[in-house]
């Protein structure tokens, strides 16, 4: 069966459009969770891998300029969206991720932005707070340059990494696109866990606080009595 198919690809492959497809898949995919652009990169890397074409320097360059433009729109959306309405999203994991971009984003938004391009819905409610939070373009779109210079590059040596074992361009792009998968719910799901347990703390720590600084001063709530050596009681 590969026999068959195995030559259409490479041929579909080695096509120009492949860039233009590409690019505008990694675009949608930076504001709109649902387009598969990890999928379509880690197929195409693979199959570059094994038949030669298309050029891996071109998929790498084509893929992390689309996801950086996705991004961007991410950030002008969120920016003018604002931020209340960003939290009021119907779906709760939807709205759970622009909460914990909420809460991260002015501590640690560069970690964040580079982290949250692994993760499919977390990048785009990574992207949209940043805007809806004000953070300077000019950062953001440094941020994000790194960040979409590096998932490429990552998606692309997960590609390799396949192909080195598996020489047949279907079979290597399969297990690529799994493989990437997998490495966003990894992701997605240590950030979880993270988040919870930092979460959880701050909430300990707070109880905590006005627990101790709350206790009533008993010596301030004696009444002001002095005892003088005639044996009487001076009131003031």
């Given at each position: 069966?590969?026999?068959?198919?195995?030559p259409?690809?490479?041929?579909?492959?080695?096509?120009?459009?492949?860039?233009?497809?590409?690019?505008?898949?990694?675009?949608?995919?930076?504001?709109?969770?649902?387009?598969?652009?990890?999928?379509?990169?880690?197929?195409?890397?693979?199959?570059?891998?094994?038949?030669?074409?298309?050029?891996?320097?071109?998929?790498?360059?084509?893929?992390?300029?689309?996801?950086?433009?996705?991004d961007?729109?991410?950030?002008?959306?969120?920016?003018?969206?604002?931020?209340?309405?960003?939290?009021?999203?119907?779906?709760?994991?939807i709205?759970?991720?622009?909460a914990?971009?909420?809460?991260?984003?002015?501590?640690?938004?560069?970690?964040?932005?580079?982290?949250?391009?692994?993760?499919?819905?977390?990048?785009?409610?990574?992207?949209?707070?940043?805007?809806?939070?004000?953070?300077?373009?000019?950062?953001?779109?440094?941020?994000?340059?790194?960040?979409?210079?590096?998932?490429?590059?990552?998606?692309?040596?997960?590609?390799?990494?396949?192909?080195?074992?598996?020489?047949e361009?279907?079979?290597a792009?399969?297990?690529?696109?799994?493989?990437?998968?997998?490495?966003?719910?990894v992701?997605?799901?240590?950030?979880?866990?993270?988040?919870?347990?930092?979460?959880?703390?701050?909430?300990?720590?707070a109880?905590?606080?006005?627990?101790?600084?709350?206790?009533?001063?008993?010596?301030?709530?004696?009444?002001?009595?002095?005892?003088?050596?005639?044996?009487?009681?001076?009131?003031?």
């Amino acid at each position: 069966m590969f026999d068959q198919i195995t030559p259409l690809v490479t041929e579909l492959a080695a096509s120009p459009l492949v860039y233009v497809v590409l690019f505008a898949l990694c675009l949608v995919d930076g504001f709109f969770p649902p387009v598969p652009s990890e999928s379509a990169l880690v197929a195409v890397a693979a199959i570059a891998a094994t038949s030669g074409q298309p050029v891996l320097a071109g998929v790498l360059i084509v893929a992390a300029l689309g996801a950086i433009a996705g991004d961007s729109i991410a950030y002008w959306i969120g920016r003018r969206i604002g931020l209340a309405r960003l939290a009021r999203s119907k779906r709760p994991r939807i709205a759970a991720a622009f909460a914990f971009a909420e809460r991260q984003m002015r501590r640690r938004s560069a970690s964040l932005i580079l982290i949250g391009r692994y993760i499919p819905v977390g990048r785009v409610a990574v992207n949209m707070t940043a805007g809806a939070t004000r953070l300077p373009y000019r950062r953001f779109l440094a941020i994000s340059s790194l960040a979409g210079l590096a998932w490429s590059a990552t998606s692309i040596g997960i590609a390799l990494a396949a192909s080195s074992v598996l020489h047949e361009p279907i079979v290597a792009a399969v297990v690529s696109m799994v493989v990437a998968a997998g490495l966003g719910i990894v992701v997605d799901r240590v950030i979880g866990r993270v988040s919870r347990k930092r979460d959880a703390r701050a909430a300990a720590a707070a109880v905590a606080v006005p627990e101790q600084s709350g206790a009533p001063d008993t010596r301030a709530a004696r009444p002001a009595t002095r005892i003088v050596p005639t044996g009487e009681i001076a009131r003031p």
